[in-house]
């Protein structure tokens, strides 16, 4: 049985970095073809892809917040985590972390997800 | 980047209706498009992968159709736990963008 977990603070400041860990269990981030994906959702707005890390160790960022991302894993633990810097009241969000297979020469479908944590950046 | 519009924004349909929303992509994407649904409060669900191919333990109610940039997803005999808001993803090339979705809405 898959299952992720988000886990972060519910709370930061501006100007502060987040850092969100996903525990997951039911697959191994070191098979190949396996990867973890980062994703939020803003309240009352859309999906928004943020992060994929891949079984070997490869990073692929959303262009418009390239510079504040950060995604790393530990195999070992079966974690992965995401940092992003300079927090705003705009980056108040449901985030979510989930598991895109890539089968072939490119990703399927984001098959499993985890509950998705609220982060609300307030002063 | 590949952009991803979705037509309708919203639309109001009733139980048992047959329903159809589209996808377009800024670029040819071939068949790698994802449609999910999500609920308030929960998190988003899989529903088509590959343009057409269902997820498992997706009701065959649910299909999907197209290549290249054009997509859609059809509900044939819309349900009460159908009405939620739906997305599609490319899949082609990161980053892996999200439509803005598409909102079903009891008429």
């Known amino acids: 049985q898959v299952t992720l977990r988000e886990s972060g603070p519910a709370l930061v400041k501006p100007t502060q970095t987040l850092t969100l860990t996903c525990t997951f269990s039911g697959f191994s981030l070191s098979s190949s073809g396996m990867c973890v994906t980062w994703i939020r959702q803003p309240p009352g707005k859309a999906l928004e892809w943020l992060a994929l890390?891949?079984?070997?160790?490869?990073?692929y960022y959303s262009s418009s917040l390239r510079t504040r991302l950060t995604v790393s894993k530990d195999s070992s633990k079966n974690q992965v985590v995401l940092t992003m810097t300079d927090m705003d009241p705009v980056d108040t969000a449901t985030y979510f972390c989930a598991r895109t297979p890539k089968y072939t020469s490119s990703w399927s479908g984001i098959d499993y997800w985890g509950q998705g944590t609220l982060v609300t950046v307030s002063s | 980047d590949f952009q991803m519009t979705q037509s309708p924004s919203s639309l109001s349909a009733s139980v048992g209706d047959r329903v159809t929303m589209t996808c377009r992509a800024s670029?040819?994407?071939?068949?790698?498009l994802s449609w999910y649904q999500k609920k308030p409060g929960r998190a988003p669900e899989l529903l088509i992968y590959d343009a057409s191919k269902l997820q498992s333990g997706v009701p065959s109610r649910f299909s999907g159709s197209g290549s290249g940039t054009d997509f859609t997803l059809t509900i044939i005999s819309l349900q009460p736990e159908d009405f939620a808001t739906y997305y599609c993803q490319q899949t082609y090339s990161t980053p892996l963008t999200f439509g803005p979705g598409t909102k079903v809405q009891i008429k």
């Open positions: 890390i891949d079984w070997d160790d490869d990073k």
């Open positions: 670029q040819n994407i071939a068949h790698l």
